[in-house]
């Protein structure tokens, strides 16, 4: 049984490039979420994504962030034109929808851990 | 709107000591989650326990208890005769019911974390 996975783990990118963070959520499960962590801070919601859907986007996703889930399997999250502000652990979680099987609780892969210089 | 309030930003205790780490909500929905995660320095969220608002029995699992009283509005994390390997951050989250696009879903509102420190 894997779990969530997350590459790349790190990415250091100077200021005005643009980046890609990909996730893998647990197979059978079709909601996704991304969310951002700052250091000394828990983690904050950005997006959610169910199948390929995505269904809300939190105010702190600029315009500068887009999102993708297609065909509902793995999802993308892109920054362009990054800045020092975006630096930051970016992190996806799963669970599984309604129905039987489901669960409330999300569980998270690693991490994507941005440095921008 | 949502909010998790630990308080506790850093706890140090040496091993075998028990320790409490405190987690206070706030939300207007009558049906909610609560949970409890870890953040070991490898920096991965580990799942610890889920317990909804309907719910207020305390639960044991090993060296770990959480004490649940919705009339305080808190969710409280006990680990008893704690390890090295306990050493961590801990979040609280609150799961917020939203609806969109018809449907509902669960939006996790995470406390600030609380780092705990076990010295041998």
């Known amino acids: 049984d894997t779990g969530v996975s997350q590459n790349p783990r790190h990415k250091i990118t100077k200021r005005g490039q643009n980046v890609t963070f990909r996730c893998d959520p647990i197979?059978?499960?079709?909601?996704l979420y991304w969310y951002r962590q700052t250091l000394g801070q828990g983690p904050e919601f950005l997006t959610y994504f169910q199948n390929e859907a995505q269904l809300e986007k939190s105010r702190l996703l600029s315009d500068r962030f887009s999102a993708e889930r297609p065909k509902g399997s793995f999802s993308t999250l892109e920054i362009q034109r990054t800045e020092q502000g975006d630096s930051a652990m970016y992190l996806c979680a799963s669970r599984p929808g309604t129905g039987k099987g489901a669960s409330y609780e999300q569980y998270f892969g690693p991490g994507t851990r941005l440095t921008v210089t | 709107a949502q909010k998790v309030t630990q308080a506790q930003t850093e706890i140090s205790v040496v091993e075998k000591e028990d320790v409490t780490l405190d987690c206070v909500y706030e939300t207007r929905d009558t049906t909610y989650y609560l949970f409890w995660y870890k953040q070991p320095p490898s920096g991965e969220l580990v799942f610890l326990i889920r317990?909804?608002?309907?719910?207020?029995q305390n639960e044991i699992s090993g060296r770990y208890s959480w004490n649940f009283q919705k009339s305080t509005s808190s969710f409280n994390f006990t680990i008893t005769a704690s390890q090295v390997v306990d050493s961590a951050v801990y979040f609280c989250a609150l799961s917020e019911r939203v609806v969109a696009g018809g449907t509902s879903y669960g939006k996790l509102t995470f406390g600030q974390g609380t780092i705990l420190t076990v010295h041998p």
């Open positions: 317990r909804n608002s309907f719910d207020e």
């Open positions: 197979s059978e499960h079709n909601r």
